[in-house]
């Protein structure tokens, strides 16, 4: 089954950060073995940059770009005028982080579980792993 994944989930993948879940990092590692499929919304690329600049996150973005163009399992989802569309739907009361509201309407657009630790993300009516 393929997923959609949030910012910190692949961030905690590619660091093997400890604060992944199990169900997660199984998800990522079949990702990474060609069994499983994991989207990339591309705000998440743009939200990485952003962490980075902040030093909130210690990620290179060209490694993570050249290791995900490696991989026909990690497929990034351009934003564009169904998911900014389908954004509405995600009520801005109860997720107020604009990147997170593109990210839960990419699960939404693609009718696939997302892969979040996020409270107010799981709160939502989709599908989530963690």
Same mark, same amino acid.
């Given at each position: 089954?393929?997923?959609?994944?949030?910012?910190? +989930?692949?961030?905690?993948?590619? =660091?093997?950060? *400890?604060?992944?879940?199990?169900? !997660?990092?199984?998800?990522?590692? @079949?990702?990474?073995?060609?069994?499983?499929?994991?989207?990339?919304?591309?705000?998440?690329?743009?939200?990485?940059?952003?962490?980075?600049?902040?030093?909130?996150?210690?990620?290179?973005?060209?490694?993570?770009? +050249?290791?995900?163009?490696?991989? =026909?399992?990690? *497929?990034?989802?351009?934003?564009? !005028?169904?998911?900014?569309?389908? @954004?509405?739907?995600?009520?801005?009361?109860?997720?107020?982080?604009?990147?997170?509201?593109?990210?839960?309407?990419?699960?939404?657009?693609?009718?696939?579980?997302?892969?979040?630790?996020?409270?107010?993300?799981?709160?939502?009516?989709?599908?989530?792993?963690?």
């Amino acid at each position: 089954m393929p997923f959609v994944t949030d910012t910190h +989930a692949l961030v905690w993948h590619m =660091t093997r950060d *400890p604060r992944l879940s199990l169900a !997660a990092r199984r998800v990522f590692e @079949s990702a990474d073995q060609g069994n499983e499929t994991v989207h990339i919304p591309c705000i998440s690329l743009f939200e990485l940059v952003y962490l980075a600049e902040k030093r909130k996150v210690s990620i290179d973005l060209n490694t993570l770009l +050249a290791r995900i163009s490696s991989s =026909t399992n990690y *497929p990034v989802e351009p934003m564009y !005028a169904p998911v900014i569309t389908q @954004s509405e739907s995600v009520p801005r009361s109860s997720v107020p982080d604009p990147w997170d509201r593109l990210i839960a309407a990419t699960s939404i657009l693609l009718k696939l579980p997302l892969i979040t630790r996020d409270p107010a993300l799981r709160g939502l009516d989709i599908s989530t792993v963690w």
